[in-house]
């Protein structure tokens, strides 16, 4: 079936530090990646996403980029904040006809002044 | 726009009793989902609805879960008994329909203590 790997966390970093979170998934076809996030005390949100092989889903300074030959989709930032600390989950949902997301275990990320 | 609510936010309950948590989804949303999310997993689909009726209820342990979304608007997921394996937080989410962007709106979440 289909499924989503995430490096385990959590992630520490320095302010303004580069942030890669690797993500790969195994899935039938072509599926479409999303990242959420999830702030403390709030509910998932999604953070970026990309429906198609070499697509690219950016937002609030975050990319990530979908590589079929390599079934990856990590997220990254140039330059952390401490506001950035949150769970990131990363998700994929598959082409064929309704269906809903399946999501990797997550990854802590926390960034210190 | 109100977003999905969610209630109770936490409960905590001994093993074999029963305890209920109930979603009403962003006005619109025809497709209702039930996550589990235990400690340190990523959440995992329990049930989806498309208006009051069900998509897939495939991964729903349904000697002790149930599930319903009468009126096809806000919904109720129920546990009896409970094990302690059921300690978990329960996430309801909405999206506005079946085959759209795949973009699903969650709620806050309903944190199971189960002793």
């Known amino acids: 079936g289909d499924s989503v790997t995430q490096m385990e966390g959590p992630v520490t970093l320095s302010e303004e530090a580069f942030l890669t979170i690797n993500c790969t998934y195994t899935?039938?076809?072509?599926?479409?990646l999303f990242w959420y996030v999830q702030y403390p005390g709030e509910g998932l949100q999604l953070l970026l996403k990309a429906t198609k092989a070499d697509d690219k889903g950016s937002n609030k300074g975050f990319e990530a980029t979908y590589r079929k030959e390599t079934t990856s989709f990590h997220l990254e930032k140039g330059s952390v904040q401490v506001s950035d600390s949150a769970v990131y989950f990363c998700a994929l949902r598959a082409p064929s006809g309704y269906s809903t997301l399946t999501f990797g275990k997550g990854t802590m990320l926390l960034v210190s002044p | 726009e109100a977003g999905v609510a969610q209630s109770p936010r936490y409960k905590i309950i001994e093993k074999r009793q029963s305890v209920a948590f109930w979603c009403n989804p962003i006005?619109?949303?025809?497709?209702l989902y039930w996550y589990q999310q235990i400690l340190g997993q990523g959440p995992k689909l329990l049930i989806q609805?498309?208006?009051?009726?069900?998509?897939?209820d495939s991964q729903l342990p349904k000697d002790r879960f149930s599930a319903e979304r009468l009126k096809g608007v806000d919904s109720t997921l129920k546990i009896q008994p409970a094990k302690l394996e059921d300690s978990a937080v329960y996430l309801c989410a909405s999206s506005l329909d079946l085959a759209g962007t795949g973009e699903l709106f969650f709620g806050e979440g309903s944190r199971l203590t189960v002793l």
């Open positions: 899935a039938t076809g072509y599926p479409s």
């Open positions: 609805f498309q208006n009051n009726g069900v998509v897939d």
């Open positions: 006005s619109g949303h025809a497709t």
